[in-house]
């Protein structure tokens, strides 16, 4: 019923608002006592998120900002009017191999904000990427300094004390053992070489610009890449390993662990405590549908023994269960918050960055309407306190789950 009212806009809302609403009157009697007019309005609002917004969802940097600007005109467009490189939602040739956009430097430093890792570059000093760390990983044997005035006019001292310094870097894929695999030409047991890709962001400019790429997390034998100290084969030879290494890093960790397992563990958990007809489960359960059925057949067909990204990722087999299990280590609650997460990584003032400008958008949006819908059924903390079922599902994410405090 709760599908189907939203496909019938002419049906009277305060009809199929018993959908919506929560009936349970043994357990929870206030939820029994919503207004039809309320119960109607928030079928409305369930009706505007399904219809309106969430087929804008495929894709957040076209389709969402289109809705944005078609519902919100009055608005100002978020970041500076004049950029370095077009938006993904502004292209117009989407043909960049053939053009050969793709050897570009700046479109691949673009990428790094704007394509399939957006959430691996930190800026050096940050709390996601100190500058211990950093500096325990760069090759001491590289003129850094050169490479970084080269580029900025800045030595790499006064950049990093101006906060201008920046890295790409995985750490899901750190120290993760390669065994041999010929359909995609790893030959040899070896470890996989980490990347690491440096940028920095000059005065008066809004892109940053990549500095030097390094392959390996040895200080003092790792390679180190340059456009000016590389030739034209090699230099683009680095920027396609950071390529690949994102590919990993999204498919592995972005995408299967924090999208499918994380949403697997909130379906769960709604699904073991929460009631069917409990407003946050109809909430949650739109969120999380087919999650359990598509992540329990990726195990089986994406990773593992079985899968097909054995023969496709450079890491193969053996590196898949290491990279998970980096990937589940680092992963907190926190992270679920976008801005928290943009602020540790210290790229909230980068002025060219589409990956979050645009889903500031997309959360706000959605903020708003989960706001507003959960206000018809809490109106204050104590209702909060006195639902057993919430507090249940709660606590069950928290310790069961997360391993944190239900607070």
């Known amino acids: 019923e709760f599908h189907e009212e939203f496909q019938q806009p002419n049906r009277d809302l305060s009809q199929g608002a018993k959908a919506v609403a929560y009936q349970d009157s043994q357990t929870n009697p206030d939820w029994s006592r919503i207004s039809e007019t309320n119960s109607g309005y928030a079928l409305s609002l369930v009706r505007k998120y399904l219809v309106e917004v969430a087929p804008y ?54 990428m790094r904000l704007a394509g399939l890792c957006p959430l691996s570059t930190a800026r050096i000093g940050s709390r996601a990427l100190p500058v211990t760390t950093a500096l325990r990983m760069l090759n001491t044997r590289f003129d850094w300094n050169q490479a970084v005035r080269r580029v900025s006019g800045l030595s790499f001292r006064q950049a990093l004390l101006r906060k201008r310094l920046y890295m790409e870097y995985f750490p899901s894929l750190e120290n993760i053992d390669v065994e041999a695999n010929a359909r995609v030409q790893t030959y040899a047991n070896r470890t996989y070489d980490l990347p690491l890709a440096v940028f920095v962001l000059p005065r008066r400019e809004e892109l940053f610009r990549v500095v030097a790429i390094q392959i390996g997390t040895d200080k003092d034998s790792s390679t180190v890449y340059s456009p000016t100290t590389s030739s034209f084969f090699w230099w683009n030879y680095a920027k396609l390993y950071v390529g690949n290494a994102g590919v990993l890093a999204s498919q592995l960790q972005y995408h299967f662990h924090d999208a499918h397992m994380t949403g697997l563990r909130f379906s769960i958990a709604s699904r073991r405590q929460l009631p069917s007809s409990h407003p946050l489960r109809l909430l949650m359960d739109y969120h999380t549908s087919n999650v359990r059925e598509v992540t329990t057949k990726g195990l089986v067909s994406f990773v593992g023994p079985d899968g ?48 979050y400008h645009d889903s500031q958008k997309y959360i706000n949006i959605l903020h708003q309407y989960v706001e507003e819908y959960l206000k018809l059924y809490y109106c204050c903390d104590s209702q909060v306190q006195e639902d057993q079922a919430l507090q249940s599902w709660a606590g069950y994410i928290a310790n069961d789950i997360f391993g944190v405090s239900s607070s």
């Open 57 to 110: 969802t495929a894709d957040p940097y076209v389709n969402v900002s289109q809705y944005y600007r078609e519902t919100y005109v009055s608005n100002p467009p978020v970041g500076p009017e004049r950029r370095p490189w077009k938006y993904p939602r502004e292209q117009d040739d989407t043909n960049f191999m053939e053009t050969g956009r793709w050897l570009d430097d700046d479109f691949f430093s673009a």
């Open 308 to 355: 097909y990204l054995k023969d496709f990722f450079t890491i193969g087999l053996n590196g898949q269960g290491p990279a998970l299990r980096h990937a589940y280590q680092a992963w907190s609650y926190e992270k679920m918050d976008l801005e928290k997460e943009i602020r540790m990584r210290g790229v909230q003032n980068l002025p060219y960055h589409p990956y």
